[in-house]
């Protein structure tokens, strides 16, 4: 078994690169099969998921290159695809279900493996299905597969969601976009990465009115065209960052962000007493005390990122005073709080609220991380943990951060990876 040792290192200090978005490259790299030919996406992160991606592209009878050189993934689509996302991708990679849209809108069928509950919580379907069925398309499940079918093509529809989900608006607009008629998606979810989709799509000859507002009018087009991508910085990478920074009494400099993205994240990290500079595409936070402790309520965008929930609840832990950290989106985010405990970490849990009381030290041990944020934030507690702490089940950390050890030690961190 991998873990990352972790000892405790001086105030981070140095520059490091921020690649695209996980959470934008998947959905690109899904809408990609909406249009026959070469597609390429520039700025791709070196992560597991986008390998997951690729591979289950490649099933579906894709040519799929990624050239970490030049951080560029090319798609070539042939003129006819398969329909079926298997479970083996699937459960490695629940943003496998964004194929979904994208093979109804292209095929007029889809077959994908459930997912299943994971990590941080149970994490619904019912209204991706809802505003499908509302496009045309017959839903049921059948032996652990959701099948999906639009006998009679899609039509534009009027849909109203009943959450802003990031994945059931994607995949409602990616398969508006192919459905004959208008559409109007009402209470969309806002995120910079489904305005980055949106924009993609439009580049590929969609017809998208209100991008980046909660309500999406939508004319269906016949086909789309491939077309080459820039995919958005990673927020949540730079989050991270600039949290390590903070805890660390550090000073880095961030390059290739959208600080325009962040602006609540920045608000929130100026309060703990970060000195946080945005000049273009950097960002440079600097720190120079114990951080004080903040509030945070985590909400769709634009409200807090619950990706940068848990780096939050590792840096109150060593602030000065109290907070309460409440958490909105996944039922089960907080389960690492119970890791942070076994670092000595002073941390209860009351239903969605976490109440954090600043503590001077931390002390190292071993953990375990359970999700990609989890692990992450675990390791930013090692940083100023006294002694020594592992930090196991790295291949979570390994699906969302490219190069983590290597530029974490570009920093000056004490941090390796270790087989234990
Ligand atoms: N939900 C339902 N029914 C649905 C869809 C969602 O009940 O049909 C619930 C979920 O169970 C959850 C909440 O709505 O409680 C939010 O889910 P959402 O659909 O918005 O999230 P997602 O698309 O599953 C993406 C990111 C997550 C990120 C969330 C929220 C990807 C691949 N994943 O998930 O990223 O936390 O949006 O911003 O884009 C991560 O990167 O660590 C991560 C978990």
Same mark, same amino acid.
């Given at each position: 078994m991998e873990a990352f040792r972790v000892e405790r290192s001086g105030p981070l200090k140095g520059e490091v690169h921020v690649p695209g978005a996980k959470n934008s490259v998947l959905k690109l790299m899904a809408a990609s099969i909406m249009a026959e030919g070469l597609t390429t996406l520039t700025n791709v992160p070196e992560i597991l998921d986008v390998e997951i991606m690729a591979e289950l592209l490649r099933r579906l009878g894709c040519k799929v290159e990624h050239d970490l050189t030049t951080a560029t993934v090319t798609i070539d689509v042939p003129a006819k695809i398969g329909h079926k996302a298997d479970y083996d991708l699937v459960r490695k990679m629940r943003a496998s279900i964004s194929v979904l849209g994208p093979l109804v809108a292209?095929? &007029?069928? *889809?077959?994908?493996?459930? #997912?299943?509950?994971? *990590?941080?919580?149970?994490?619904?379907?019912?209204?991706?299905m809802q505003g499908l069925e509302k496009l045309g398309c017959h839903v049921h499940s059948e032996h652990g597969y959701l099948i999906v079918r639009a006998e009679n093509g899609l039509h534009g529809a009027n849909i109203a969601l009943d959450f802003p989900s990031v994945g059931a608006? $994607?995949? =409602?607009?990616?398969?508006? /976009? !192919?459905a004959k008629g208008n559409s109007n998606v009402d209470n969309v979810a806002r995120e910079p990465e489904i305005v980055d989709l949106c924009n993609m799509l439009v580049?590929?000859?969609?017809?998208?009115? &209100?991008? &980046?507002?909660?309500?999406?009018?939508?004319?269906? /087009?016949?086909?789309l065209n491939p077309t080459t991508h820039h995919v958005v910085p990673d927020r949540i990478v730079a989050g991270t960052w600039a949290i390590a920074a903070i805890m660390t009494q550090g000073d880095i400099t961030i390059h290739g962000v959208k #600080?325009?993205?962040?602006?609540? /994240?920045?608000?929130?990290?100026?309060?703990? &007493?970060?000195?946080?500079?945005?000049?273009?595409?950097? !960002?440079?936070?600097?720190?120079?005390?114990?951080p004080k402790a903040v509030d945070i309520v985590t909400l769709p965008y634009p409200g +807090? #990122? @619950?990706?940068?929930? #848990?780096?939050?609840i590792a840096l109150n832990a060593i602030a000065t005073g109290s907070s309460m950290v409440t958490e909105n989106l996944f039922?089960?985010? +907080?389960? +690492? =709080?119970n890791e942070l405990a076994r670092l000595g970490a002073d941390v209860k849990i009351n239903g969605h609220h976490c109440l954090v009381r600043g503590k001077d030290q931390l002390s190292g041990a071993p953990v375990e991380g359970t999700d990609v944020r989890a692990g992450a934030s675990l390791v930013l507690a090692g940083l /100023? *943990?006294?002694?020594? @702490?592992? =930090?196991? $089940? =790295?291949h979570h950390v390994d699906r969302g951060y490219s190069n983590f050890v $290597?530029?974490?030690?570009?920093?000056g961190a004490n941090v390796k990876r270790v087989e234990m």
């Open positions: 292209r095929c &007029g069928e *889809a077959d994908i493996a459930l #997912p299943g509950g994971d *990590a941080i919580g149970s994490r619904g379907l019912d209204i991706h608006t $994607e995949n =409602v607009v990616m398969a508006a /976009v !192919l580049k590929m000859g969609a017809k998208i009115n &209100g991008i &980046g507002s909660s309500v999406l009018e939508i004319t269906g /087009v016949e086909k #600080p325009s993205d962040m602006d609540l /994240v920045l608000e929130k990290l100026r309060d703990t &007493g970060a000195e946080i500079k945005s000049v273009d595409d950097r !960002l440079n936070v600097s720190m120079h005390t114990r +807090f #990122p @619950t990706d940068l929930q #848990p780096q939050m039922e089960a985010r +907080f389960r +690492f =709080v /100023v *943990a006294d002694d020594v @702490t592992y =930090v196991t $089940e =790295v $290597e530029n974490l030690t570009g920093l």
